[in-house]
């Protein structure tokens, strides 16, 4: 197991946590959760080797295998499955051992090395590698091309691919959906949940974490607590600890108030639909873990939009790409008006992006009409426009150079809702996180008021508590909403329709969120029913299981083997007798009437050991046959 004993770790003069004890044991799948900057990720350093605790200890069994996530990619020329095979350091090192023995031609340990190849998999190490890449969002043909060619996401999907690879005992995975669209979550989700080592998992997902995970360990206030269940069990349990405290009572009610205000003006809408139903059923889950974010820094609402004209934004027949000879959408007709809240579902390549885009302008139609209300005020939010931030600017720069007739307190006053408060309102974006940047930049779209919001992806990098605070602002926006998200939970609980983005075209998905994997499942063949098996086949218990089994074999086995090796021994023994006496009748003296005896007795010895001979080989035969039998039964 996993234990940490009276653990006190520090960065710098801060102290993240102090006399931790705790056990977590083999094969539990742990969340680590906690705000930014409270010990996560020094965790996973400590454990790592990479930090020295300053007192106490981490401790886990010596023979175990610790995979984790590379922060960085080195320029690679080789091909991406080459990369993610040397995340399997033994069948790497054996594949060397290979090549040495037969350069040395030697012959007994190569039959060694090619037992211990097939016993850790390595024959089928290949197409493991490809399902793993395949599931992580690669196509077909992509396995080879060079790392280099690969964008930073994808190449931090090659690490994740690395590290599953590893066949490890203890699996360290910081934010691994980060980069990864909703298909690769839900992929890796099946992936996770059979793996039978041990996962310590940070991620702001609570739907993963719930699928996922059987403990959770909280860092808060210089502790480290280890609660057993899911995330939403951890959820409920901390939000009837904080709602006995009297200090936090006014706090919680208002949120719970909010939460309860939009429930009961969405169940008056709601009617028999799939979806809808699903959307209540969450937003009332919402109002029961209200009280666990009432310390949440994060407070901030969509003002209403200044105009709502109806329809907002229209298309018709649109085609839209990046080549007019091969359109990534063609013929696009759909129309948004004023409350609609839209989920974009597709399979990574599938286009929703580029909807995204051409619905916000940024792309035209190569065919077709887009056309907009005169009064359509867009927000858009992607990933890109973190990097369009000026760096040497503060966030109240940049909220003042939006808005010029803004007095500065209350550009201070709006952003502090989105936890820029005191001195980090004034100082320069340039050293801030992705998460940082990312709650700017939606600071600045709030602040505009827009009629249509279009949010690509918003979840990356934000923590959870933003992500709930996010979830709650949506539930009042009065405009409407087209949301790309790999957060199953934002999406069930912020929007009403799911449109599906695929073959080219969008059509409403008439199912609910949870029946989309089934959906996935559907359009792909079946993968080897092996793939997810490999998840969990070489920790150090399976490789113990396998020691023990192993044992009880040879065992079973012994007395056949050890009849089999007499049976060879005596043939051997007799075909070096008939040997000896060959040569001896092969000397013509021995044919001379002087040596009549000689011959009739050596010819009389000859046949003898003939028949004994053929016996001992027949039984030598029967016993091999019976050994493997044995061994195949």
Known sequence: MLSLTNLTLRRGAKVLFRDAFLQVHGGQHVGVTGANGSGKSSLFALLLGELVADAGTAAFPRDWVVAHVAQETPPDPRPAIHYVLDGDAELRSV?????????????????????RLEAIGGYEAGSRAARLLHGLGFRPGEENRPVESFSGGWRMRLNLGRALMCRSDLL??????????????????????????????????????????????????????????????????????????QAAYAEQQREIAH??????????????????????????????????????????????????????????????GYDPAAP?????????????????LGVNGAGKSTLVKLLAGDLPPLAGVREGARDLQVGYFAQHQLEQLRPEWT?????????????????????????????QALAPVAPFSGGEKARLVLALIV??????????????HLDLEMRHALGLALQGFEGAMVLVSHDRHLLRSTADRLWLV???????????????????????????????????????TARRD????????????????????????????????????????????????????????????????????????????????????????
């Not at 009961?264 to 809808?276: G, H, I, L, N």
């Not at 909220?399 to 201070?412: D, G, I, K, V, W």
Request: charged share 30%.
């Open 95 to 115: 594949e060397a051992a290979i090549a040495a023995a037969e350069q040395a031609h030697d012959g007994h340990r190569l039959a060694e090395l090619h037992a």
């Open 172 to 245: 360290l995975l910081d934010e691994p959906t980060n980069h990864l669209d909703l298909e690769a979550v839900v992929w890796l989700e099946d992936w996770l949940r059979a793996y039978r080592g041990t996962l310590l998992i940070i991620s702001h997902d609570r739907d993963f974490l719930d699928g996922v995970c059987s403990h959770v360990l909280h860092i808060e206030r210089e502790q480290a607590t280890l609660y057993t269940g899911n995330y939403s069990d951890f959820e409920r349990l901390r939000a009837e600890r904080l709602a006995g405290q």
């Open 259 to 320: 939460i309860r205000h939009y429930v009961d003006r969405f169940r008056a809408k709601a009617t028999k639909a799939r979806q809808a139903q699903s959307r209540l059923k969450a937003l009332e889950r919402m109002e029961l873990i209200a009280p666990a974010h009432v310390d949440s820094p994060f407070h901030f609402a969509f003002r209403p939009p200044a105009r709502s004209p109806n329809p907002l934004l229209r298309l018709e027949r649109a085609d839209a």
């Open 328 to 344: 990534v959408l063609r013929g696009a007709t759909l129309t948004l008006s004023p409350g609609d809240r839209i989920g974009l």
């Open 395 to 423: 966030p109240v720069q940049h909220l003042l150079a939006q808005s010029p007739t803004l007095a500065e307190q209350e550009a201070r006053d709006f952003l502090g809702g989105f936890g820029f408060v005191g001195d």
């Open 447 to 460: 602040h505009r008021r827009p009629n249509l919001l279009l949010l690509d992806e918003p979840t990356n």
């Open 502 to 540: 695929a073959g080219g075209g969008v059509t409403e998905f008439q199912e609910g969120l949870d029946d989309y994997p089934r959906w996935l499942a559907a359009q792909q063949p079946a993968d080897d029913a092996t793939g997810n098996a490999a998840a969990g086949e070489h920790t150090a």
């Open 546 to 633: 396998r020691r023990r089994s192993d044992a009880e074999e040879r065992k079973r086995l012994q007395p056949l083997r050890r009849a089999a090796e007499r049976w060879e021994g005596r043939v051997e023994e007799l075909t070096a007798e008939r040997h000896r006496l060959e040569s001896r009748l092969a000397d013509p003296a021995l044919y001379e009437a002087a040596r009549k005896d000689e011959l009739k007795t050596l010819l009389a010895d000859k046949a003898r050991v003939d028949a004994a001979l053929a016996e001992a080989e027949a039984a030598w035969l029967d016993a091999i046959e019976a050994l493997d039998n044995a061994a195949q039964a």
